[in-house]
T-cell receptor, first 114, second 116 residues
Framework: DAKTTQPPSMDCAEGRAANLPCNHS???????VYWYRQIHSQGPQYIIH???NNETNEMASLIITEDRKSSTLILPHATLRDTAVYYC???????????????FGQGTILTVHP | DAGVIQSPRHEVTEMGQEVTLRCKPISGHDYLFWYRQTMMRGLELLIY????????DSGMPEDRFSAKMPNASFSTLKIQPSEPRDSAVYFC??????????????FGEGSRLTVL
């Protein structure tokens, strides 16, 4: 799986949008971008994923650049409960030897403050 | 659905003792993963199964660690003998390839192991 690079930490004011960047310059054509988050002491939680189109769900939006070498996770209105470690992961979804494998990096610690 | 269920939630043991961690995946899921999390190394994938068969155990640290999945609803991770450096939170996760597969993994709450 391709390696990702994320800033170690970020801050955001409550109610504002949180924009979390991720670089994945060695991503392959069949690799998807996944975002998970881990709130203190809990298991990681899936947020969103995408291949090349921008995606949106009830939790967040995912913006992937046209060359797919980077992406941004957007939490439109951050709350205190969004304080967590956010992981950007690239992985093959179907086919290939790493099917089903999800490898976590160090992630970004997002702190939302009042 | 109750989600992925892990037990015990907390385990404190002495060095040299055998430790068994248990996991019940979400019903119908055909993939099961064991992860370990420490401050120093973050989240590490230890092993994963597909349809009860181990697919990749390259993350298992050494022979003291073993994992089994005797049926679709149960898996164990065993450490024998345990050492202080095995202290960590161990997570189990499951996923499904059926239906609209998104690749989402569902994690349990974890088992916090302390080896004295």
């Amino acid at each position: 799986d391709a390696k990702t690079t994320q800033p170690p930490s970020m801050d955001c004011a409550e109610g504002r949008a949180a924009n979390l960047p991720c670089n994945h310059s060695t991503i392959s054509g069949n690799e998807y971008v996944y975002w998970y988050r881990q709130i203190h002491s809990q298991g990681p939680q899936y947020i969103i994923h995408g291949l090349k189109n921008n995606e949106t769900n009830e939790m967040a939006s995912l913006i992937i650049t046209e060359d797919r070498k980077s992406s941004t996770l957007i939490l439109p209105h951050a709350t205190l409960r969004d304080t967590a470690v956010y992981y950007c992961i690239v992985r093959v979804v179907a086919g290939g030897t790493s099917y089903g494998k999800l490898t976590f990096g160090q992630g970004t610690i997002l702190t939302v403050h009042p | 659905d109750a989600g992925v269920i892990q037990s015990p939630r907390h385990e404190v043991t002495e060095m040299g003792q055998e430790v068994t961690l248990r996991c019940k995946p979400i019903s119908g899921h055909d993939y099961l993963f064991w992860y370990r999390q420490t401050m120093m190394r973050g989240l590490e994938l230890l092993i994963y199964f597909n349809n009860n068969v181990p697919i990749d155990d390259s993350g298992m640290p050494e022979d003291r660690f073993s994992a089994k999945m005797p049926n679709a609803s149960f898996s164990t991770l065993k450490i024998q003998p345990s050492e202080p450096r095995d202290s960590a939170v161990y997570f189990c996760a499951s996923s499904s390839t059926g239906g609209a597969y998104t690749g989402e993994l569902f994690f349990g709450e974890g088992s916090r192991l302390t080896v004295l």
